[in-house]
């Protein structure tokens, strides 16, 4: 069965790190696009970040370009987004989502707050 379990969400202030990680069952991340979206209350869900199925290139949204950071662990099947600097907007439930052109799945998300 096709799975993306995200985790790491939680409570930051202002200024300070998190990892989220996408683990993936069902499929293999090299035959995938792996992407980070995030949604806050009341806006439309945006893609952040995103890393090709070879892993040669990754995409990051101006909101968070100098600040996230994509990364993936093909041996654990794993995807990370390494987010330092948090601000109080980065505030969303982050989703995980794996593209293969006809073939699109997402995770259930994790909250992340920033706050002081």
């Known amino acids: 069965q096709l799975q993306l379990v995200e985790s790491g969400g939680g409570l930051v202030q202002p200024g300070g790190s998190l990892r989220l990680s996408c683990t993936a069952s069902?499929?293999?991340?090299?035959?995938?696009?792996m992407g980070w979206f995030r949604q806050a209350p009341g806006k439309a869900r945006e893609r952040i970040s995103c890393?090709?199925?070879?892993?040669?290139?990754?995409n990051y949204a101006d909101s968070v370009k100098g600040r996230f950071t994509i990364l993936r662990n093909t041996a654990k099947n794993t995807v990370y987004l390494q987010m330092n600097s948090l601000k109080p907007e980065d505030t969303a439930v982050y989703y995980c989502?794996?593209?293969?052109?006809?073939?699109?799945?997402w995770g259930q998300g994790t909250q992340v707050t920033v706050a002081s």
């Open positions: 890393i090709s199925s070879s892993g040669g290139s990754t």
């Open positions: 069902g499929l293999t991340l090299d035959t995938y696009a």
């Open positions: 989502n794996a593209d293969r052109g006809q073939y699109n799945y």
